[in-house]
């Protein structure tokens, strides 16, 4: 009975444990794998190293269920279906990695009734070169689509899942396809060929980015024209066309994936001969972004030489410790350039950015990172920033500027607190867009 096929699943990562609990809280029989003997051991002990909100629980949860190893042969033996979840990282040219797909590939039987189920963001042509090679294995593109912070929801509740098969695959793509049949009306399956479904994650991605550039432009307009780019944001969200989501404004998307996935598709085009005009600019103004933070404070403080500059955040984003792409690394860097003594504090990402940052002060608190600061950046919007005492705030800080980078804080609640505020194509006090 297919629902109760075990799953297998290699590479114990974010995606590969996310994958790991998810499935077995629908009540499969997981069997992941991992090259890492230290990371099996820990996992088998309980223990979790990634900082994903609810992964841990569900983890523990369904323990009976899950079997963490090293040895390809016991996944082989235990699970048909493959979920190959390793990561592929950007090359210095911008092209995705996939030298740890290759390996995975490399320690699969030419001839068996296993299915490769890929859940690493490749390339779109990926899966037609690993057909070429192993005609042999039945292969199935399945992306994921999870968000750092809301892996373990996005999983259970998905917008939808897409599995891509060519011909000859069908049966393969089918028992996948069952694998998600206990989401019930939760997970819509789009059924395609692999190609389309390796393009339909890149473009995905890179569309969202878009969005972030887009609206990073508009609030730059918004500073020049008077306008609020929170109330701009807004009455266009309405538009369904449109939609609210990815309309935030700040300065510019990171993470593992983003910056990643659409300088891949940049470079995936330009290999075939096209060049893709359109992410170039999206690059360029993500980049920018990071450089009017700077002139924001040069505008308030002069020359940045010898001033003590707080950065609230480190993570790329709230709820988890993932500091790669983090724009707080761009930003550390272009303020120590500039001359500023450079102090940051992050709830969770500290310990792993201090040995990134290794030039910037690492404090234990906000209070401590702002204690005699001259101005604060809010980098990444972490809800504690939200609950400070900001009229302590400004008496501790030895000038009471804040630029917030995520447009997070409230201006009002800053201004009564006595201090110069400075969003992103947001407005001091804009009239409240009502909606009847
Ligand atoms: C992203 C996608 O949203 C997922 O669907 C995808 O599965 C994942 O990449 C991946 O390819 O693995 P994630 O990187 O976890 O997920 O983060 P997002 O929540 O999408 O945020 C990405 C960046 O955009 C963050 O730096 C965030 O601060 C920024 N952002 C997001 C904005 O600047 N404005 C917005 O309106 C939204």
Redesign the pocket.
């Known amino acids: 009975m297919s629902e109760r096929e075990a799953v297998g699943v290699i590479g114990a990562g974010w995606v590969g444990l996310v994958t790991t609990a998810c499935f077995a809280e629908l009540g499969y029989e997981v069997i992941a794998r991992d090259i890492l003997a230290e990371k099996v051991e820990a996992l088998s002990r309980g223990e979790v190293a990634i900082h994903e909100p609810g992964l841990a629980e569900m983890l523990r949860r369904n323990v009976e269920r899950i079997t963490f190893t090293t040895s390809m042969e016991e996944l082989l033996d235990g699970a048909r279906l493959l979920f190959t979840c390793v990561d592929t990282p950007p090359t210095y040219s911008g092209d995705a990695d996939l030298s740890r797909v290759r390996a995975v590939v490399a320690d699969l039987p030419a001839d068996s009734d296993h299915v490769l189920v890929m859940k690493s ?1 490749v390339p779109a042509g990926t899966g037609e070169s690993i057909r070429r090679d192993m005609p042999g294995l039945a292969y199935v593109s399945c992306p ?6 809301t892996a373990v929801a996005d999983f259970m509740h998905p917008d939808r899942v897409v599995v891509g098969a060519d011909a000859g695959d069908e049966e393969a793509a089918e028992a996948v396809e069952a694998l998600y049949a206990p989401l019930g009306a939760d997970g819509e399956i789009l059924r395609t060929d692999v190609a389309s479904a390796e393009m339909i994650k890149l473009a ?2 890179a569309f ?1 980015a878009t969005k ?1 550039s887009f609206i990073n432009e508009i609030a730059n307009v918004c500073e020049e024209v008077g306008a609020d780019v929170g109330e701009v944001a807004r009455g266009m969200g309405l538009d369904k066309r449109i939609g609210s989501s ?3 404004a ?1 300065i ?7 910056p990643k ?1 659409v300088s891949a598709l940049k470079m995936l085009a330009g290999n075939t001969g096209y060049h893709f005009q359109l992410l170039t600019s999206v690059i360029e103004v993500n980049e920018l972004q990071k450089r009017r933070v700077v002139g924001k404070l040069e505008k308030h403080l002069g020359s940045l030489i010898g001033k003590r500059i707080a950065l609230l955040g480190l993570a ?2 709230p709820d988890t410790d993932d500091m790669r792409e983090a724009s707080s690394l761009v930003l550390a860097a272009r303020l120590q350039g500039e001359g500023a003594e450079v102090v940051a504090y992050d709830p969770v990402a500290s310990g792993r950015a201090g040995e990134m940052l290794t030039s910037v002060e690492m404090a234990d608190s906000a209070m401590a990172a702002l204690e005699g600061a001259d101005a604060a950046v809010l980098v990444t919007e972490w809800a504690e920033f939200r609950d400070l005492d900001w009229s302590v705030v400004a008496a501790t800080m030895a000038n009471p500027l804040v630029v917030d980078g995520r447009n997070f804080l409230d201006p009002a609640v800053l201004a009564t607190a006595g201090f110069e505020y400075e969003g992103i194509g947001r407005q001091p006090r804009p009239a409240p867009t009502q909606v009847y």
């Open positions: 963001t994921e689509f999870l968000k750092e912070g995905s991605n969202l972030i990815f309309l935030r700040g510019g998307y990171g993470g593992s994936c983003f996935d790329f984003k």
